[in-house]
Each structure stands twice: as structure tokens, then as C-alpha cells.
């Protein structure tokens, strides 16, 4: 059973920083994609970004290109998105998600995806 906690969330100001973690446990993470989705309040759950198990291999949402960088430590099993000059409209809760299977796959479909962590809240303020 994998298990994924997100944390360092919080408030922050246009034109800050933050920096969310996601801690894994239970499978080789090394071997699987690790990805980064949104969901804002009345709205669906969307993709932000994904890395390779080897993180040679990035990609964004446009909306958060150029702002938002994803890596990760596998040593620490750990996958980071760090979110620089964050916009209100970044608002939103942050989960991390790991897919079913190992290799490429569809990596913005939320079902390609076998688990997910609790969340993490990130407010924007103006």
C-alpha cells in the first residue's frame, strides 16, 4: 500500500514563494512518475505538472509554466513543487499522486492515477 502526505501549504503573497512536499512510502519510488494536480474550490481537479522517476522529465499545465518547478529526491522518497511568484488564482488544494503503472502513460488523466495524498492547502492573497 503506497502512502503519499503533502505538506508546506499555507498562505502566501503575490510575488512570494512556497515550496509543497510530497513524502511517499510503500513501492520503488524511483520507478514511477510523480505527479502534482489542483483542485479549487467549485472547480474540478486539474493537472499542474508531473516528473519522471529519474526526473529527466518535466512537464507543466501552461497556466503555472515558467512559475512553478517540480523535482524530486529519490533518496528521501520526496517529490517537491516549488511555486515562485504564485497568482490568487493559484489558490487551491495541492495533491500529489502517483500513476497505476510504471513508464509513459496519459499523465494528465486523473484516472491513470492509483493513489493520492490527503491534500495540501495553498491560499494566494493579493
Known amino acids: 500500500q503506497v502512502h503519499l502526505v503533502e505538506s508546506g501549504g499555507g498562505l502566501v503573497q503575490t510575488g512570494g514563494s512556497l515550496r509543497l512536499s510530497c513524502a511517499a512510502s510503500?513501492?520503488?519510488?524511483?520507478?514511477?512518475?510523480m505527479a502534482w494536480f489542483r483542485q479549487a474550490p467549485g472547480k474540478e481537479r486539474e493537472f499542474v505538472s508531473v516528473i519522471s522517476g529519474g526526473g529527466n522529465f518535466r512537464y507543466y499545465a501552461d497556466t503555472v509554466k515558467g512559475r512553478f518547478t517540480v523535482s524530486r529526491d529519490n533518496a528521501k522518497n520526496t517529490v517537491f513543487l516549488q511555486m515562485n511568484s504564485p497568482k490568487p488564482e493559484d489558490t487551491a488544494i495541492y495533491y500529489c499522486?502517483?500513476?497505476?503503472?510504471?513508464?509513459?502513460?496519459?499523465?494528465?488523466?486523473?484516472?491513470?492515477?492509483?493513489?493520492w495524498g490527503q491534500g495540501t492547502q495553498v491560499t494566494v492573497s493579493s
Open positions: 499522486a502517483q500513476p497505476r503503472r510504471t513508464g509513459t502513460y496519459a499523465y494528465r488523466q486523473i484516472n491513470e492515477y492509483e493513489y
Open positions: 510503500g513501492r520503488t519510488f524511483s520507478s514511477y512518475y
